[in-house]
């Protein structure tokens, strides 16, 4: 498997400079405003920059950093000490760094601010309830509590918060951060989890509630990358250090909130912070037109979907037939692939990114061809099944071989089941391939993704209509691929 992916890796991604910087960052709001503004200083250093921004939640970036895929990203350290950590350490930021160091990892000083977990409600709602702090909630457990998937699982999220406060709630309803914080405006949700430098904040009228009993730890915002990079490219690492201590939390709050009024990309909103705080001569990045980036999206969309297709095909199209000659293992191998096809598309995605130990298009590939087999292979066992026994027999007497029966009349026969079978993988995967995004992988996720973070229908809309279009261009093509490679006479409709 890992020669395999690392040939993979060298077919697909472009040749990169060992100069390049690749700088990562989280799905939120604001660590890619923060990459933007280290891209923008890089940029001015004179090194290339490559930007891999919205690359999922903690888990996917950091294992990014982990395995080399990017060489630095915006964190903060309540996250490293609480969940990358797993509060195994004193809050101590020199035992913090020396403890990153021993992954090859380094840290720079906090930036200015800190970006602290805390629950929030609706202005007016907290006031009609007389709620101000988290331990007021005890007194409502009727309240409706929606929190941001990663809240939910993470050790200094919901589980300890229930614990400390003795909140009686029933369990949380889950959700895009994002999304959370629409449903809050509208009532949907009464409490969710809110950053306390989110521009939603002013946007909407929240209050933070006083986090009375000290549970969040305090995360202040810095930068970690690889160690290497000091020896490889120093004046990248210089270039972070000039963000040390000169972000403040009312720049942070601003920057969100311009992101989310105004629905601006990051790289524009960070060019303007560079140069009115901190390189009056620095130089935008050139911006990406439309029909160039709608090029690029379509090439690594097809090829995911292209490279997953062929080799589903290559390993399911035996698999069928193997199936189809012995029922009993067919039955183990059709339930094998199903078990596979039930596996939700975001946990198989980080369960390859561990056993492959890279991120980005080959375990989104790898993926795509896992959910490939069932389809392909179900239909190419039922189709050679269905083949008349007496066909078969005209066959054997005739006195062809074993290969040549199976290659001259039944995989013919049952050509039109078997493409249908990969014609509902090839759709599956296209619709699949938009999760590739949240790990580097790009094709139409990418805008998406990024859509669902600005509250950008016009960007959803970007990625979502040339997939659905890829997907009608798909069945179309194998219906033409069907009058080409299916025998007519099995095109033919019975007379009634």
Not at 74 to 103: C, H, M, Q, S, W
Not at 332 to 347: E, F
Not at 368 to 391: D, E, K
Request: net charge neutral; with cysteine; hydrophobic share 50%.
């Amino acid at each position: 498997m890992r020669p395999l992916a690392i040939a993979l890796v060298v077919l697909l991604c472009e040749s990169v400079a060992a100069q390049e910087i690749r700088i990562g960052s989280k799905e939120d709001t604001e660590t890619p405003i923060l990459a933007e503004i280290a891209g923008h200083l890089i940029r001015d250093a004179g090194l290339p920059v490559e930007m891999k921004t919205g690359l999922g939640g903690t888990g996917f970036v950091w294992k990014a950093l982990e395995v080399g895929a990017v060489d630095l990203y915006p964190e903060y350290t309540g996250t490293l000490y609480k969940d990358i950590f797993k509060g195994r350490l004193p809050e101590d930021e020199n035992v913090l760094r020396a403890e990153l160091a021993k992954l090859g990892i380094g840290m720079t000083r906090p930036l200015g601010f800190a970006n602290n977990y805390a629950l929030g409600m609706r202005r007016a709602r907290a006031e009609e309830l007389k709620v101000s702090k988290v331990s007021d909630l005890r007194g409502h457990p009727d309240l409706r509590l929606g929190f941001s998937n990663e809240f939910l699982d993470r050790p200094d999220g919901w589980p300890g918060l229930k614990a400390r406060y003795r909140l009686p709630h029933p369990a949380p309803r889950g959700m895009d951060h994002r999304l959370a914080y629409e449903a809050l405006r509208d009532g949907a949700i009464d409490v969710t989890d809110l950053y306390t430098t989110d521009g939603e904040i002013r946007k909407f009228d929240l209050i933070a509630l006083a986090d009375d009993e000290r549970f969040f730890p305090k995360y202040e915002a810095v930068f970690v990358y690889r160690l290497d990079l000091e020896d490889r490219a120093p004046a990248a690492v210089g270039a972070l250090r000039q963000l040390e201590g000169r972000v403040t939390t009312d720049d942070m709050i601003n920057l969100n909130l311009r992101s989310v009024e105004t629905k601006g990309a990051e790289a524009e909103i960070a060019a303007a912070f560079v140069r009115d705080r901190l390189s009056p001569g620095a130089t935008a990045a050139p911006a990406e037109s439309d029909a160039h980036k709608l090029w690029r999206l379509t090439r690594e969309h097809l090829t995911l979907v292209g490279i997953g297709l062929t080799a589903a095909l290559v390993v399911a199209l035996p698999l069928g037939v193997l199936a189809a000659r012995r029922p009993g293992l067919g039955r183990v191998l059709i339930s094998a692939a199903g078990i596979l096809q039930t596996i939700p598309s975001l946990a198989l995605l980080v369960l390859l990114i561990v056993l492959l130990d890279m991120i980005g298009p080959v375990p989104a590939i790898v993926a795509l061809f896992l959910y490939g087999l069932l389809p392909i292979l179900v239909n190419t066992s039922a189709g050679l099944r269905a083949i008349p026994p007496s066909m078969a027999e005209s066959a054997e007497a005739l006195g062809l071989s074993p290969a040549a029966r199976l290659w001259r009349v039944e995989l013919p026969l049952a050509s039109r089941s078997i493409l249908a079978g990969v014609q509902t993988a090839a759709v599956v995967m296209i619709g699949t391939a938009t999760l590739g995004a949240l790990i580097g992988a790009g094709g139409y996720g990418e805008p998406i993704v990024t859509g669902l973070r600005r509250y950008d229908n016009a960007q959803i809309v970007f990625g979502a209509v040339p997939a659905a279009v890829m997907a009608l261009a798909a069945q179309g093509l194998f219906e033409i691929a069907e009058r080409m490679l299916v025998p007519r006479g099995l095109r033919l409709k019975p007379v009634e």
